[in-house]
Nanobody
Framework: QVQLVESGGGLVQPGGSLRLSCAAS????????MGWYRQAPGKQRELVAG???????NYREFVKGRFTISRDNAKNTVYLQMNSLKPEDTAVYYC?????????WGQGTQVTVSS
């Protein structure tokens, strides 16, 4: 049974930063590619960034240069450093495998970018 717990969200002003964390339990975490996803109100959930088991990263165009995904396999944790946040980044952020696994979705963490 895999459990993913996201944390680190909050309210931030435009241009601000947040660091999200995703703690994983119950799996051989290090062997999986992982991704950060987000879902804004009224929109479908979308992939934001991904990282392979070996640390290769990729980003959607709308976050390139602003967000950084990383992982610490010893701590079973994936991170998302978000800088230069924009109001359109407001969403619930989730981590999951890449590709996503339906039974792995957690509660997510709310990120609100507003002045």
């Amino acid at each position: 049974q895999v459990q993913l717990v996201e944390s680190g969200g909050g309210l931030v002003q435009p241009g601000g930063s947040l660091r999200l964390s995703c703690a994983a339990s119950g799996t051989i975490f290090g062997g999986y590619a992982m991704g950060w996803y987000r879902q804004a109100p009224g929109k479908q959930r979308e992939l934001v960034a991904g990282i392979t088991s070996g640390g290769t990263t990729n980003y959607r165009e709308f976050v390139k240069g602003r967000f950084t995904i990383s992982r610490d396999n010893a701590k079973n944790t994936v991170y998302l450093q978000m800088n230069s946040l924009k109001p359109e980044d407001t969403a619930v952020y989730y981590c999951n495998g890449l590709p996503s696994i339906s039974s792995w979705w957690g509660q997510g963490t709310q990120v609100t970018v507003s002045s």
